[in-house]
């Protein structure tokens, strides 16, 4: 089945430093790719996504770009702050499995923390 | 404003105590979902609607119903909880559609966190 692998952390920074989480996934054909945050208290936000191979989701200074070859979706920031610090999902959607169900399936979670 | 609205927030009940946690969703959407969310485990899909009384399995349904008698509601019940339950639980909508590029984002509303003693 499908499946989501991702950096487990905790990931601790200092203000403006660069962001780097790691997310390799498992699927048949080609899924979607969605990176969502869940900020302390908060349900998840769709922070940024990729539908097909070489597309790059960006968002509020995140980056991450869909690379089938290795089948990877690494989240990427180059200066953050203190706001940013949170979990951090990664998930995919494979349209050719699970009929109409239109599932995600999350990895574990990263939690991120930014210290001033 | 455009949100998936739960209720409640916080709930601590007893082993086999009926509960309900609702869901609800001002956008119209077809599909809602519920997931619950361990540590060291991620989000997990307990069950999930296509459409008004079209519901489904999802990867860990045992010990949970639902129900879908209105487009805008999607009430998760757990008929005899139990410790295993305790969990945090998030209800997700979206438009549906069907395809690869018919990808439409979900959206989540703010978690209910369940505590059975």
């Known amino acids: 089945g499908d499946s989501v692998t991702q950096m487990e952390g905790p990931v601790t920074l200092s203000e403006e430093a660069f962001l780097t989480i790691n997310c390799t996934y498992t699927?048949?054909?080609?899924?979607?790719l969605f990176w969502y945050v869940q900020y302390p208290g908060e349900g998840l936000q769709l922070l940024l996504k990729?539908?097909?191979?070489?597309d790059k989701g960006s968002n509020k200074g995140f980056e991450a770009t869909y690379r089938k070859e290795t089948t990877s979706f690494h989240l990427e920031k180059g200066s953050v702050q203190v706001s940013d610090s949170a979990v951090y999902f990664c998930a995919l959607r494979n349209p050719n499995s699970g009929g109409s169900n239109y599932k995600l399936t999350f990895g574990k979670g990263t939690l991120l923390t930014v210290n001033p | 404003e455009a949100q998936v609205t739960q209720n409640p927030r916080y709930l601590i009940t007893v082993t086999g105590k009926k509960l309900t946690v609702t869901c609800s969703q001002n956008m119209n959407h077809e599909y809602m979902s519920w997931y619950r969310q361990d540590p060291g485990l991620g989000l997990r899909q307990i069950y999930y609607?296509?459409?008004?009384?079209?519901?489904d399995k999802g990867d860990v349904p045992e010990g949970y119903k639902v129900s879908r008698k209105e487009k805008r509601n999607f009430p998760l019940i757990l008929e005899s909880p139990s410790p295993n339950q305790t969990s945090l639980y998030f209800c997700?909508?979206?438009?549906?559609?069907?395809?690869?590029?018919?990808?439409?984002?979900?959206?989540f509303g703010p978690g209910t966190r369940l505590t059975v003693t």
């Open positions: 997700a909508s979206s438009l549906s559609g069907q395809g690869v590029v018919a990808y439409y984002e979900q959206y």
């Open positions: 609607s296509m459409n008004v009384e079209v519901t």
């Open positions: 699927a048949t054909g080609y899924p979607s």
């Open positions: 990729a539908t097909k191979a070489d």
